[in-house]
């Protein structure tokens, strides 16, 4: 009784708190908009990235994989790889000094590397041109939003523009301009391809070697609100044209989002668990994963009477049937039955062929015996001498104490062989 009153509380407890989840759920659907947001490509949160990332995945032209480790481990600015584009969307992107010269290199190749992200080095903005607000580039995440109705503009290549509007939330980011830095004999040429409705720079296209280095403050412009909105979703388009997306191999990166984001940088990440963090920012997956528990507390509710006691462990019954057959043996030995023996002796040995070669005794004719000698891998005069003691023994009614010994030597030889 005790056990089942256990059992009971525990599914009650169970029961309860998805109660609690679920009503809460009910009472939030009517929350305000959920502008928190880590960057992340699995996300459906409106600032997170998970259909340009989608997008990206299915229509890169030359494939799509992605990367975990941080760029100057991957050997890309050293290979000679071309026509791969890698793309880094980011809350921060703080790479070290090795990885910024491979980036540089990569993309001189005839590569591309675009990187969207709130903040940027100082080291990254002086390897690219020349700023003379390069104190601004460390933006903090979160940016602090501003609710506002806001817009930007591509700048075509014929001097048009073609305006983007969102009803949202505009970030403050790192300050971008396009000087160029003379000096570098990789950068070529900076153009700007994106500012906002204050002429603020958004994107920078920089040409770097035969590639190109795209440079954008503001991850929102790529997050699922601001493509979905509208007729935002060409921005898309226009920045799949300029990153050759139909043609080129794509490379995502995964870890500079980890590294770089404000509550994984200072962060051991012990206790922390992906597979929920995937599943808790995935609503279907959230839902799923409620179903599933109370699938099991349901489970246990109707079924905890069936779970059955431990049965009773008794001794195993001694096999005794050595003993007895050392007895009757032995009695047979005492009678000096040694016909009886040699029938035992026989019969056990028949066994032994049916179980090991599949040959019954009616088998074991003269007639057969090359076939028993190729079956079994004894000698034919083995075989034959066996054949000869067993059909004496049988022809007789009684047989001597060695003529016993014999048959149990010749078959003993048999196994042993």
Known sequence: MKGRSIIVGAILIIIVTFLVLILNKLLNLDKKFDKSFTVSRYSYKPYDSKFFFDELKQNAGGGFKENNVSFELTGLGLGETVNTTYMIVSPNFYPKSLAINHLKAFASKGNNVFICAFGFTTELIDSLYNSTRVNKMNGAFPPFLAENRWSIKWNEEDSTQTQYHLWGHKPVTAILDSIYLPGNDLITDIDTLITDDKNNVQLLEIECGYGHIFLCNNPILVSNYFLLYQDNYTLFNKIADKINLAENNIIWDDYYRKVNSADDASSTDIGKSEVFRVIFENPPLVWAFYTFLIGIGLFLLIYYRRIQQPIPIYSTPKNNSEA??????????????????????????????VHNFHIHAKDFQESELEKISLKTGRSLQDIHEIFDEISLIKSQEEITKQSLMNLYQRINSFYKA
């Open 324 to 353: 007895y057959i050392t007895v009757v043996s032995g009695l047979y030995w005492q009678q000096q039955n040694h016909k009886s023996i040699a029938d035992k002796v026989i019969t056990q040995f028949f066994e032994y062929l």
